[in-house]
Structure formats: C-alpha cells, structure tokens
C-alpha cells in the first residue's frame, strides 16, 4: 500500500501555488453560505437578494460570488461547484477572499429509508472516500465536524421546528459506483447519507483554520435493493428553506 500515491501525505504548509498569492482579498462578509443549488441562485438573483461583488475563474464556467443581506448583517455567497476537488478549490479562493465561517447547503442521497424527502442531515462526520481530503490531511478514514458548530446547525433548525437528524455521511467520488456491497459497509459503520463534498470541506477547513459546517437535503434512498429516486415537485422550496437556515446558522457561528 506505500506506493499508492493517495497515502503519500506531505505536511509541508506551502504549495507551489498557493491562493492567497493569486487572488487579492476583497472586503468580504467573512461569514459565506456555499448553496450547491444553480438554480436557487438564479431565483435569488432575479428577485433581486443578491448583489455580484466578485467573479472566481474556472475552465467550466465562472463561479459568481455575490453579497446578501439577512436581518441586518451581510453574508458572501457562491455556489462551490460539484465534487470534492472543484468544491475544495472554490473554498480555498474563498477563503483567499477574505472568508472565514463557512455553511455549505446541499443535497444528499440517504443510506437510511426512515430519512424522509426534504429531511435535513447535519454531518457530524464523514467517510474520507474521495481523493482531494487526503492531500489536506493524513489519511485517516473518517474526518470529525467541529461539535461546537454542529450544535450551531442544531439549535437554528430546532427553532424553526425542522425535521432534521445528525450523523455520519460517506463522501465519495464515484457516485455511479455506490454498490449494494459498499452502502451495506458504510451503513454498517454508521453512515446516514452520502454525498460528494463534506470530507473535503471539512479538510480544507482544519487545514486552513476557518470554520465550517453543512445542511443536506434528504434526497434520494440507496438503502434498499433498489434505487429509490423520490422526485418531488418542489425541490426548489426544498432548496430556498435550506438556504435561508444557512444563512442565519452561519451569521450565528
């Protein structure tokens, strides 16, 4: 196993291409809710919540960083892309920006049928199942979620009487690869939900010393012999809750 690049951990603090030396900090809410939601920004956007303040550079597409206000205070916001390694790269220039408390909002499958549609899960940790998480951090097979933080996530849904669950959550690269034989271990082993971002979020977070926590959305079940996909109709309110209980968590941490 030594020869396998993936373990080969450098715990040297600099890189060759480091983001602070690329990108000039802005005067940014240093609080930044990252919603893997399109098009919930682009509602936002036409009905006028959002202010455009930045524009990071990709070779997809850019990613636009905007400025909101909540009951008074400010928050940044910017959709970080999909996947462990786009999404760690846009935390990473975020964070260049002038970022510091960070909630993502997405969207999970559920390794657990009792889990109903629209449900929120709170990481309480993650399965290091992707790639990007072992170049921040030692390997190690799961990564914890700061518990402070996660009592922050807990106390503003319990407010608004949401049905939530914390818990264990799989992140991994390959979601067409979600075997019968790989969702029995990771149920076996606790996990809840599974997703494709909150292990390496939560690397780049300790890595960088900033403060980060996640909402995921209950979506589709792959508990079962077969995939249950439970489409619904009002995914985007499903979305814009989630987003706006974001928003106030991360004013809060």
Sequence with gaps: MQDVPLIEFDSECEAIIEPAALLKRLDL????????????????????????????YTSLVPIEVYKLEFEGKYVTVAHPGVGAPFAAAIMEELIALGCRKFVACGSAGVLKSELQRGAIVIPSSAVRDEGTSYHYLAPSREIEADPEVVQRLEAVVQKHHVNYEIGKTWTTDAFFRETKGKVSKRKLEGCIAVEMECSAFLAVARFRDVVFGQYLAAGDDVSGEEWAPRYVDDRLSIQEKIFWLSVEACLGL
């Design 29 to 56: 809410p240093e609080h930044c809710v990252m919603p893997i939601y399109g098009s919930l920004l682009e509602k936002l956007e036409a009905d006028g919540r959002l202010e455009r303040v930045s524009e990071l």
